[in-house]
């Protein structure tokens, strides 16, 4: 007797075994790098997550801290959780919604139908959580893009990234230089720029202020990013997409000087369309979208996102999207409470029909 309850002790132990292994699968779908996790618990919900721009080379996050704590959010109400690494990396909003929608396939091939289906995603995720539900609003019930650019990206870009470099470079020579053509792993000397700016603080804060930025000292990190951006994207697109023929820049010490001044550059067609492709928002959906933002964010204005409220209501689904803040500094700098909270509101809103209050997002979800 006590030999068959050690027997079947054992099994049963295989058998929990077996389930932690089952619970984790990793692999490759059409060249890109993939995990799935399922809940002990699973409500049959499932999770789509599009995660941010990482640099050409840069090896996937599946495994680190940050994000086991962040997909515990959703775990822990039930819900299994799929994200894909892209097969690229870079400006990969094309490759993302592609590789997105394959691996969604992939689950319901293998689970099954889920019974709620929601895509989110932060930063360049944000973008990507968008064009995947105005593409695909058939198989998604709602939609969670947290502290991306939600704006048309030619336009946020051109604004952001590529304006703020142009005129740091007329306004302290020889740190960026041109940006046209730029070589194979050409970076932003960011020593160089910390000395420029050192050596004008006043016109460094002046700077600073007028790109929203807390202080001068976040410049070279800023511009070393949004430089790589631009290269990334001279090689995805074939081109440079940014046109500034026609800007007339306002807002600094001396406006005259700047105009005049000032580097001009010529769009590629080809490039700028790319960029337009990916992604310009239609505010064309049929599913619930919340967003939330951080009240300083010193790579993506507030305005980027509260921007798709025009496409909303252009489009009439003004009563699906709702913008909400969190009080907090930094980019993407969400509690994993915070995001509970929002996803909660989501879920509410989806089962219930109770559209959440737009404002600040104050309350803690454990």
Not at 7 to 33: F, M, P, R, Y
Not at 279 to 298: E, M, N, W
Not at 331 to 351: K, Y
């Amino acid at each position: 007797m006590r030999k068959s309850l050690v027997t079947l002790l054992l099994i049963c132990l295989g058998a929990i075994t077996a389930l932690s292994q089952d619970k984790v699968e990793s692999g490759t779908l059409n060249g890109a790098a993939f995990r799935i996790e399922m809940p002990a618990n699973w409500n049959k919900g499932l999770v789509m997550y599009c995660h941010g721009y990482q640099v050409t080379g840069t090896p996937n996050n599946f495994e680190n801290a940050r994000a086991q704590g962040l997909r515990n959010v959703f775990l822990s109400r039930g819900f299994a959780v799929a994200e894909s690494a892209y097969s690229t990396q870079g400006w990969a909003v094309k490759e993302a919604v592609e590789d997105t929608e394959a691996l969604r396939r992939y689950f319901v091939a293998k689970h099954g139908k889920a019974n709620e289906t929601i895509v989110l995603g932060h930063s360049m995720g944000g973008a990507i959580t968008i064009a995947t539900i105005e593409k695909y609003p058939e198989v998604y019930d709602g939609a969670l893009p947290m502290c991306g650019p939600l704006n048309v990206i030619l336009n946020g870009f051109q604004e952001r990234i590529f304006d703020m470099l142009v005129t740091f470079d007329y306004l302290f020579p020889n740190v960026i230089g041109s940006l046209s053509n730029l070589p194979q792993g050409a970076k932003l000397d960011q020593a160089k720029a910390k000395a420029a700016v050192e050596a004008a603080p006043e016109k460094a804060a002046m700077f600073a202020k007028h790109y929203s930025l807390g202080s001068a000292a976040e410049l070279p990190g800023v511009l070393a990013f949004w430089y790589e951006i631009v290269r990334e994207l001279q090689v995805r697109s074939g081109g440079n997409p940014f046109d500034n023929r026609n800007t007339i820049y306002d807002g600094f010490d001396d406006d005259v000087a700047l105009n005049r001044g000032v580097k001009r550059y010529a769009a590629d067609a080809k490039a700028r369309e790319y960029l337009r492709q990916h992604y310009s928002p239609t505010g064309k959906i049929a599913d619930p979208v919340l967003t939330i933002h951080t009240t300083y964010d010193q790579l993506i204005p507030g305005r980027f996102v509260s921007q798709y409220d025009e496409f909303a209501r252009l489009a009439g689904t003004q009563d699906l999207f709702v913008a909400k803040f969190v009080v907090a500094k930094g980019h993407c700098n969400f509690t994993v409470g915070q995001t509970g909270a929002a996803f909660d509101e989501l879920l509410s809103w989806m089962r219930d029909k109770k559209r959440p209050a737009a404002g600040e997002l104050k309350a803690e979800s454990k």
